[in-house]
């Protein structure tokens, strides 16, 4: 199983609400700092950086598009 994003590269991340649901937030753009391990699930995952916030996330590949 591979990666689809590289390190550095400009994501958008789609935030989810209580218990997975859709949240209302509009999506930000971070940008991948780590490829974290694959974990026993299976999903790949990644650590986010925030362009605008001092803030790091580690999301699954899901959660993730590319930046336009």
Known sequence: MSYAY??????RHQPQ?????????A??????VQLMPIESDGRLRY???S????V???VTEDQL???Q
Do not use: W
């Not at 999506?27 to 991948?32: A, G, S, V």
């Open 47 to 49: 650590r986010i950086k």
């Open 17 to 25: 609400g209580p218990q997975g649901r859709a949240a209302t937030d």
């Open 56 to 58: 790091e996330r580690v």
């Open 6 to 11: 590289k390190l550095n590269e400009a994501v």
């Open 65 to 67: 598009s590319y930046s």
């Open 27 to 32: 999506p930000m753009i971070y940008t991948i």
């Open 51 to 54: 362009k605008s916030e001092n």
